[in-house]
């Protein structure tokens, strides 16, 4: 575990809470939501008393709604649903993400609305907080089912799971948080597997990591403008208030921030007229990517406060209620996401043009390729290359998922809106922008140390005697993936401001 504070779920959590749990805290059930999936239990079994048609309480599901299911095969129903739907592939989720998701499905059941057990998500709390992870299949879901299954299995004693880098079977991982395997009751089956908790907690992830390399690409630029800027006033805060813009403002402050007091840049101040846009356009495109983030959350914020399972219960058990909708189709999630996917991409392509920059000796002014001896040095040649790679393969992700369609369950699903895949690429996408980063913030540390004499501004001094103390000089003289490598973690773990701070 990482230390980070407990989570008190008691009323619908917001996506920093989510992405926390991701990152180890405990997530703790408070009496609100307790009471409330404790009511949604009595009305489940009230409607079940009573033969009131419920789907996938007593009816099969998909196009197989219409089959009733008798008061004694409700269990088989459940555990059949949970087996059959097990059917994804792939390399397993990371453990942040299976965290993630595993979060966001209790959250959705304290709304009360699905009628599990309060044994069910206690049972899943438990593995939560041992760090006993369900093995999920990365692949396989157009939206929500397989991911989702691959979690249930474990409470039932089927499936695998891990703890550190041991796997154990379901039934080993409910004896270690002390419970036998469970047998469900009705409609828990297919509330284990429905709704878009696996969406949302991937999405709630997305946002807190797109958040900390937004940070981390401010500092980047702000270390390859004091390289290689030289226009007076560029992030002047007066000029940059002509346009309206929230993440616009953020970015030109942090950048001001970061530059303060630089007298390298004082003394080629007004050079020249105007900069390049990869180094003068930072706010502008910088701003913009925060901008579609902060819509993003707020998206993904809406659907942690929704009921997605379908159906839902309500009233009373006295006058139970089940209402069958499509709540569990994360359409608004999608196109948020999808939305996002090039918002982030753009930040890793501003990027590779500075990286292009510092490492170009037509316009940097600086050695070839930031190599001690060019020619019998490559320095920073090919690093540049591989963030091109980066920013084309981007590209391909960032086409909307949202839109691939589909026709599942024999036409009764017959529109999908691939909320799950949008959020998996967007992932993907960010994984290539924190390395492009990572290769920004080391070509501008190397491209500083060609320029011994110059002062810099403090912050920015401060972090490249940071990057230095974890990633030496580079002269040809080991493999350069192992330095990008070695600074992912420091980009996941720390903000910049605070790694300076500290």
């Not at 706010?283 to 707020?298: F, S, V, Y």
């Not at 219960?313 to 996401?337: I, K, N, T, W």
Request: glycine share 8%.
């Amino acid at each position: 575990m990482t230390g980070i504070d407990a989570i008190l779920l008691y009323e619908p959590l917001d996506p920093a809470a989510i992405a926390a749990v991701a990152r180890g805290a405990r997530l703790e059930l408070g009496s609100r939501a307790r009471e409330r999936i404790a009511q949604g239990r009595r009305i489940v079994e009230a409607l079940s008393e009573r033969d009131i048609r419920g789907y996938g309480i007593n009816t099969g599901v998909g196009a197989l709604c219409n089959v009733v299911i008798d008061r004694p095969r409700q269990q088989a129903l459940s555990r059949n649903i949970v087996m059959s739907h097990a059917s994804g592939l792939g390399a397993p989720l990371g453990r942040e993400e299976t965290r993630a998701i595993m979060a966001a499905g209790i959250a959705g059941f304290a709304h009360g609305a699905s009628g599990v057990r309060m044994e069910l998500v206690e049972a899943l709390l438990d593995l939560l907080n041992a760090d006993i992870l369900p093995v999920v299949p990365s692949r396989g879901s157009v939206g929500y089912l397989t991911h989702a299954a691959a979690i249930a299995l474990v409470p039932i004693g089927a499936g695998t799971a891990r703890r550190g880098e041991e796997t154990i079977t379901g039934a080993e991982a409910m004896a270690r948080i002390g419970r036998a395997p469970l047998v469900l009751e009705a409609k828990e089956g297919l509330s284990l597997v429905n709704g878009t908790p696996c969406a949302t907690g991937l999405a709630c992830l997305a946002v807190h990591r797109l958040g900390v390399l937004a940070d981390w690409a401010d500092a980047a630029a702000a270390m390859s403008y004091e390289n290689l800027g030289a226009q007076a006033g560029t992030f002047d805060a007066r000029t940059l208030a002509l346009r309206r813009s929230n993440g616009l403002q953020a970015v030109g402050r942090r950048l001001r921030r970061w530059l303060e007091a630089s007298p390298l840049l004082a003394s080629r101040a007004g050079q020249r007229t105007q900069d390049p846009l990869s180094l003068r356009a930072v706010p502008q495109i910088h701003g913009a990517t925060r901008d579609a983030l902060e819509r993003a959350e707020a998206v993904v914020a809406e659907e942690l406060a929704s009921v997605t399972d379908n159906p839902a219960v309500g009233g009373s058990p006295d006058a139970p209620e089940v209402r069958s909708q499509a709540h569990a189709v994360g359409a608004a999630l999608a196109l948020a996401l999808d939305a996002l996917a090039p918002a982030a991409a753009a930040l890793a392509a501003v990027s590779e043009r500075r990286i292009d920059r510092l490492v170009n000796p037509l316009v940097s002014g600086l050695p070839a390729f930031l190599a001690p001896d060019g020619g019998v040095y490559s320095g920073y040649m090919i690093a540049q290359y591989t963030a091109a790679a980066l920013i084309a393969e981007n590209r391909r992700l960032s086409l909307p998922a949202s839109l691939d369609g589909g026709i599942t369950s024999a036409l009764q699903e017959d529109i999908l809106t691939h909320a799950t895949p949008a959020a998996t690429k967007l992932l993907a996408i960010l994984d290539n922008l924190r390395d492009v980063i990572a290769i920004e913030l080391l070509a501008a540390v190397q491209a500083y140390d060609f320029q011994p004499g110059a002062e810099l501004a403090p912050r920015t001094a401060a972090l490249r005697a940071i990057i230095r103390q974890e990633v030496p000089f580079y002269a040809d003289d080991r493999p350069m993936q192992g330095d990008i490598e070695h600074l992912r973690p420091f980009l996941a773990r720390f903000s910049p401001e605070a790694t300076v701070e500290s």
